[in-house]
């Protein structure tokens, strides 16, 4: 928890947060790669934590995605990115 309100202020740009709200993603080219074509698949995103990545999944193509965490304030941040982004992606405490 303690963790998750310093990685949505995301003060050293690592998160890439403006890119992944813009409908980007924040994914490393290794990670894009090494997933594969995602496009109109549905994904289940464990230990999502920020958000971040699973709205990148979103953004990328899949059809539809959830992300799980067990952290409530990583989730709390991970709900107000999707909101911000307009994503319909879904997060799951």
Same mark, same amino acid.
């Given at each position: ?5 310093? =990685? ?10 403006? *890119? ?24 289940? =995103? !464990? ?11 979103? *953004? !990328? ?33």
């Amino acid at each position: 928890d303690d963790r998750a309100e310093l =990685h949505a202020t995301d003060k050293t740009g690592s998160y890439r947060i403006e *890119n992944v709200l813009a409908g980007g993603s924040n994914l490393y080219e290794l990670e894009t790669r090494e997933v594969g074509d995602i496009f109109g698949k549905d994904i289940v =995103h !464990l230990q999502c934590h920020i958000g971040l990545d699973t709205i990148s999944l979103r *953004n !990328l193509g899949a059809g539809s995605v959830t992300g799980l965490d067990f952290s409530p304030r990583a989730i709390a941040a991970a709900r107000d990115f999707a909101s911000k982004a307009g994503s319909d992606v879904r997060f799951v405490e």
